[in-house]
């Protein structure tokens, strides 16, 4: 398949290559750990390694602040549990009720044995996406931390970061950032504005695999941490074989509990080279011209936009309601049965272009759209 009309960029990321290069490195790994030598853990963790240096790079973060977790949710609990003890007990942790539920999940589950108060800031009547400013109401200085959804993954709104990470110092709040649905799409530094941690996945606009999450702590805050699942590597020497002298490692790797699991990282990391290698502005400014075209097209087609107009308010992706007649399974299957690739939640349509995406593609998505509402 061209990948002409492909538009899942925030679900699953490709790239021109993907299988070629992701069987590449499977059969690399497989002659590596299949040799009867002493070099296996070498290779593997030094690609784990190299994996982890590209989430830096992309995230602009210092060294030994980032690493790896199976996904977000994993990711967010061990930050959450790891926090001084004490820190959110008779507090709150805030977030919007457009976030990833599964992190929405964990908090309420969390809630009452850390002691904190779950705020969830409600959408308005009618709307698709948490406004900034009801946010912002609700960021009070008992909040001992906020989990920012930087872009939404059903309306594609994007928070003004810089406002929001502003408000929550002044409010002595720990900040978090699920950077998840822009992350190598939208430019993003840890550091401007500076965040306390942030969450992602490598599966969207990285092209990556399942179970290439990633974490990143401030060098601030990681010392104050001590994570509850401790291993090993955990330490700074993870051959230390005294079972009565354990100490967490000074830097994020005290967040490394046993052997770590380095094979998603390592299928990843062919997608994270392609990459780095990628002019950015260009495939930004590419996302931007046909998410243009769909949102114009939409509004000749009268479907509800639920994506912001304004391109600093959004990602990467365009979503649409589509009319109650046409059941959104229908349209997607429809879609699929002409070789054009899109998802839905609820009525909401789901249109993320990306890389390979072209605009003859998009054109015979907006043509079969017409065609289905006629």
Known sequence: MSGESYFLYHSIGQYPGKARD???AMAEFAVSWGTPDDGQWAYAL????????????????????????????????????????????GRKVLVGADCFPSNHFLLTGMAERLGFTLKTVALRQGAAHVEDEDFLADWTPDVGLALLTWVS?????????????????RMGSLIGV????????????????????????????MCGTPGAGILYLSPRLIGHCEPELRGWFSQSNPFNWDID??????DIRRFDN???????????????????AQDQAAILAHNRALTARLIEAA???????LTPRAEEKRGGSVMLRLPDHLTAPEVVSALRAQGITTDARGQTLRLSPGIMTTGAGTDRLLAALRALLR
Not at 197 to 204: N, P
Not at 258 to 276: K, N, R, V
């Open 46 to 89: 030094g690609k784990r390694q190299n994996f982890i240096d590209r989430w830096r790079a992309i995230l602009h973060a210092p060294q030994n602040s980032m690493t790896t977790f199976e996904n977000v949710t994993q990711a967010f609990h061990a930050a959450l549990t790891a926090l001084p003890p004490g820190h959110l007990r």
């Open 245 to 250: 002298r354990f100490a967490y490692a000074p």
């Open 178 to 205: 699920d950077i998840t649905q822009a992350a190598g799409l939208l430019p993003f530094d840890v550091m401007s504005p500076e965040v306390d941690l942030a969450v992602s996945t490598s599966l969207k606009w």
């Open 299 to 305: 509004d000749d087609m009268g479907l509800a936009l």
């Open 153 to 169: 993954s059903t309306t594609s709104h994007r928070i003004d970061l810089r406002a929001m990470v502003a408000h929550g110092r």
């Open 22 to 24: 992701l069987a590449g």
């Open 258 to 276: 046993g052997t770590p699991g380095t094979m998603a990282a390592l299928a990843s990391l062919p997608a994270l080279d392609w990459h780095a």
